[in-house]
C-alpha cells in the first residue's frame, strides 16, 4: 500500500475521468478523499472513472472527447486504451479562423543573456565548427577526421566549444528530382547555417553522389565571414565553397584525405576563435519545444509549464516554434482559432492536408503515433496525447507557419510544421535555426543534441529521482503541489537564459549524449 493520500488529477470540471497520481499506482479498493472507490487497481497516470459511463458514451479529459467507451465503464474502474473506441479526426473544413483575440500581453523587458552574435544578425548559444556532409558515404571518413581534430586542433583554440559532423543517411541512392526532395535538401542546407556555427560552412563530399556541394549550397547560400572566403569582389562578392572532395585526385591514400580535412578545419576553427560572447536581449533565442517518451502526466505538468515559459519568450520577443503534426493535428480547431491572422490558419491547414495525404500514401493514420511506453504511461490513444502536447504553444496567437526544412524568419510563436519523430523532428527545428531546445519527457529519454543544448524536463518526480543526473528540470513538483506551473515555467526561463549563456550545461552536453540527426525524406529510395 502507498503511504501518499490517494490523489487523482482532473483536467476540467466536465471531465468524467482522472488520472491517478500517486507513486506506483492505487490498489482496488482504495477509497478518494471525495469518497470514490476504485474498482480496480490503477496505475500511476491511468484513467480512472469519476461516473459510471454508458457503453458508446464519449469519454472526456481536456474538455474533449478523447474516446468512446466500448463497453460499460463503472465509477471507479480503470479506463485504458483497449476499453476506448477512437474519434474520427476533425475534418479540415468549417474550422474557427483567427477567431481567439487574447489581450496584449505586457512585454517582457530587461532579460539579455549573453550570446555570439552573427554577421547576419542572428544570435548563437555555442560557438561550433560544423562539418557538413553531402552523402552518407563520407561519414566514417569524417568522423575519424573529427576525432582526430578534437584531440589536435581544438586544445589550441580555447573560445571553440566543439566540432561536429553533420551526419545524415542522404545523398545518393534517392530521387533526388522527385516531389518531396527538396526537403531533404534545404533541411541539410539550412542545419548547415544554423547560428549556431557561427556562418562557417566546410563541406566534406565522395564525388559522385547525387547530391552535389553546389546543389546543396548554392552560390549565394553561404554567408561572408571574412576576405579569405569570399570568391569575387564588389557587387558582385559571394562566398566560396570550402569543400573537400574524397574522390579528387590529389588524395592519395586515406591519411591523405584526412590531412586535407583537418587543414581545412583548421582555418574555420581560426576564424571562430575570435569570436566573443556579447549582451543581447532575450528577444535573440530561437527555442524549439518538443515532447517525447510522453505519459499522461506530460499535458499535467511539464508542457503546461513549457507553455507558460513559451508564454513568457514570446512577451521578451523571441522566437518559439511547436511542431509534431500528427500531436497536434486532433487539436487543429485550437490551433487555427488561434492564428494571428486568416492566412496563417489557411497555412497551418495545407500542413495538416499534406500530412494526412502523406500518412494515406503509407496506409496509416495518425493512430500510428501512440507508443507502447505512451499507452503504458496513461495515453490511451493520439486524441489525448494530442491535448496534451499542444499546451507546450501557450496562449499566445500563432503568429507564422514554416514547412518541413525551411528556415525561421520571424519572431513569435510559430508552428513549423515535422513528423512527430523525436530525431526527426529536432533535425528539422535545427534547420529552422533553432539555438536552443526544450524537450519534454515522462517514460524517460536520454535524447540530445550536439549542435545545441537540449534542456530535459521531466514530467514526474519519481523519473526526476531515478534519471537525476539526465533531467535539468522536475515538472512533478506540480503534481505534487510543490510548485506550481507559473513556479517551473519561471524556472525554466531562467535555467534557459543561464544554458543560453554557457553559464550552465544540460546532462545532455555534460555527458556529450548526442542523437543522430534524421533527415525527413518523403521521396522514393531508388
Not at 578545419?265 to 571562430?272: G, K, Q, W
Not at 497555412?347 to 495525404?357: K, P, Q, S
Request: glycine share 8%.
Amino acid at each position: 500500500m502507498t503511504t501518499q493520500a490517494p490523489l487523482y488529477i482532473t483536467m476540467h470540471e466536465a471531465d468524467n475521468v482522472a488520472i491517478v497520481a500517486n507513486d506506483g499506482g492505487l490498489p482496488a479498493g482504495t477509497v478518494f478523499p471525495c469518497g470514490l472507490t476504485l474498482v480496480d487497481k490503477v496505475p500511476q497516470a491511468h484513467k480512472v472513472a469519476l461516473v459510471d459511463i454508458s457503453e458508446g458514451a464519449p469519454v472526456r479529459r481536456y474538455n474533449v472527447t478523447i474516446g468512446y467507451a466500448a463497453q460499460p465503464l463503472a465509477r471507479g474502474s480503470w479506463v485504458h486504451e483497449r476499453l476506448l473506441k477512437m474519434p474520427a479526426a476533425r475534418e479540415l473544413e468549417g474550422l474557427p479562423i483567427a477567431t481567439v483575440k487574447p489581450p496584449p500581453q505586457e512585454p517582457l523587458e530587461g532579460y539579455t543573456f549573453e550570446g555570439y552574435r552573427n554577421l547576419d544578425g542572428s544570435v548563437g548559444t555555442r560557438n561550433i565548427l560544423a562539418i557538413t556532409q553531402t552523402v552518407q558515404c563520407v561519414a566514417g571518413v569524417t568522423d575519424f577526421a573529427v576525432q582526430r581534430i578534437k584531440a589536435e586542433l581544438l586544445p589550441k583554440y580555447p573560445h571553440v566549444d566543439d566540432v561536429v559532423a553533420l551526419e545524415h543517411t542522404y545523398g545518393c541512392g534517392v530521387a533526388i528530382d522527385a516531389p518531396g526532395a527538396e526537403i531533404p535538401i534545404r533541411t541539410l542546407r539550412n542545419i548547415s547555417l544554423n547560428p549556431n556555427f557561427g556562418g562557417e560552412v566546410m563541406v566534406v563530399s565522395l564525388g559522385c553522389e547525387k547530391l552535389q556541394p553546389e546543389r546543396l549550397l548554392p552560390p549565394g547560400s553561404i554567408p561572408i565571414v571574412d576576405e579569405r572566403n569570399v570568391a569575387d569582389v564588389g557587387d558582385s562578392a559571394e562566398a566560396k565553397l570550402d569543400v573537400v572532395c574524397l574522390q579528387d585526385d590529389a588524395h592519395v591514400g586515406f591519411m591523405s584525405m584526412i590531412e586535407s580535412v583537418m587543414r581545412q578545419a583548421e582555418e574555420h576553427l581560426e576564424r571562430l576563435n575570435t569570436r566573443r560572447r556579447v549582451t543581447v536581449p532575450a528577444s535573440e533565442l530561437v527555442v524549439g519545444v518538443q515532447c517525447g517518451g510522453s505519459d499522461a502526466f506530460s499535458g499535467v505538468t511539464a508542457n503546461p509549464a513549457v507553455g507558460y515559459c513559451t508564454d513568457l519568450l514570446v512577451r521578451a520577443g523571441a522566437s518559439v516554434m511547436f511542431s509534431e503534426v500528427t500531436e497536434v493535428r486532433d487539436g487543429i480547431d485550437q490551433l487555427t482559432s488561434r492564428a494571428s491572422t486568416p492566412e496563417v490558419a489557411e497555412a497551418m491547414i495545407r500542413e495538416m492536408a499534406w500530412y494526412d495525404a502523406y500518412l494515406d500514401k503509407g496506409r496509416v493514420d495518425r493512430s500510428a503515433n501512440t507508443t507502447p511506453g505512451n499507452k503504458k504511461g496513461g495515453l490511451s490513444n493520439i486524441v489525448e496525447k494530442a491535448m496534451g502536447s499542444i499546451v507546450k504553444s501557450g496562449s499566445a496567437p500563432i503568429s507564422g507557419v514554416i514547412s518541413p526544412g525551411e528556415k525561421l524568419k520571424q519572431k513569435g510563436l510559430i508552428y513549423a510544421a515535422t513528423p512527430a519523430s523525436d530525431f526527426i523532428c529536432g533535425t528539422l527545428q535545427l534547420a529552422a535555426g533553432m539555438n536552443l531546445h526544450v524537450f519534454t519527457t515522462g517514460r524517460g529519454t536520454p535524447y540530445g543534441l550536439a549542435e545545441v543544448p537540449v534542456i530535459k524536463v521531466a514530467t514526474r518526480a519519481d523519473l526526476a529521482r531515478r534519471w537525476h543526473d539526465l533531467m535539468d528540470i522536475n515538472a512533478g513538483t506540480i503534481a505534487t503541489g510543490e510548485k506550481t506551473i507559473a513556479d517551473v515555467g519561471w524556472e525554466m526561463f531562467q535555467l534557459m537564459l543561464d544554458v543560453a549563456s554557457g553559464r550552465k550545461k544540460t546532462w545532455a552536453e555534460h555527458w556529450k549524449l548526442h542523437n543522430a540527426l534524421v533527415l525527413f525524406n518523403p521521396a522514393p529510395v531508388t
